[in-house]
């Protein structure tokens, strides 16, 4: 069982940024990926960047790639996500994921959520015109 805690969400202006922390707790395992996902009101949740524990592969939605970054912390079992140049169409509930193994780790793989064990509560983003 792994249990993700979100932090890090507020509000910013739009060209702000935010830096994003999910913290994990539980069994985690250097095969395992941590994701982040994004929500907005009324829309489907996407997928946002992920990381593996070990090595250095990192996948971003091209909507973000060169705007954010994903970054993890193995020490302390958690994954960053640092956003910035950030838009008003970027507000939105924001999730960490989870998932034990990644055999074909790739951005395909990635932007399935069913391909992730666990889920945490979500952060609100909200980014102001």
């Known amino acids: 069982q792994v249990l993700l805690v979100e932090s890090g969400g507020g509000l910013v202006q739009a060209g702000g940024s935010l830096r994003l922390s999910c913290a994990a707790s539980g069994r985690t395992s250097s095969r395992g990926v941590i994701a982040w996902f994004r929500q907005a009101p009324g829309e489907e949740r996407d997928f946002v960047a992920a990381?593996?524990?070990?090595?250095?592969?990192?996948y971003y939605a091209g909507s973000v790639q060169g705007r954010f970054t994903i970054s993890r912390d193995n020490a302390k079992n958690t994954v960053a996500l640092q956003m910035n140049s950030l838009k008003p169409v970027e507000t939105a509930v924001y999730y960490c994921?989870?998932?034990?193994?990644?055999?074909?780790?790739?951005?395909?793989?990635?932007?399935?959520?069913?391909?992730?064990?666990?889920w945490g509560q979500g952060t609100q983003v909200t980014v102001s015109s």
């Open positions: 990381i593996r524990w070990a090595g250095d592969s990192t």
């Open positions: 994921a989870a998932a034990e193994s990644a055999p074909f780790f790739s951005r395909g793989w990635s932007s399935r959520q069913y391909n992730y064990n666990y």
